[in-house]
């Protein structure tokens, strides 16, 4: 929420008329993807190789609809399931050092931890757990890409 929340400037230039004043901006996203990738950046207010290991909440379901603004989009188009995990496991808190795992989720709704060649099952709370670096999730209605005009 803190990416599209409206922010008040007042030394606003307009680029039309060069006219000064007050205005407020919001960013927002037009058109949904069919996969969000959301980041999570573990190097925020850290040394340069340092990392932060606070956990972050995250559901199996997202509602991406409050910050779209696509006034054609089909009905429930803004709702997205997780279906993927990745974690960076460090040595020493170092963002520099460590090993990449992956939790995915099959067609079942069942959880798989992915480390090299082991593949195993685990709860939806095992992955709640870990301290995620990226979420992989897809959208429920998918939409063709827009023709561009010639």
Known sequence: REYTKREHLDDYKCEKCSGLGCCQRRASVVRPPNVLVVDIDRRQDASSHGKINRRVKFGQRLDFSPFCTDVDAPP?????????????????????????????????????????????????????EDHAYILMYAADVVRPPEMLPK
């Open 76 to 128: 429930g188009s803004g709702g997205y399931s997780l279906y993927g995990v990745v974690v960076h496991k460090d040595f020493g808190h170092s963002t520099t050092y460590g090993h990449y795992i992956a939790y995915v989720k099959n067609a079942a709704n069942r959880w798989y931890l992915c480390d090299d060649c082991d593949i195993q099952e685990v709860s939806w709370s095992r992955v709640q």
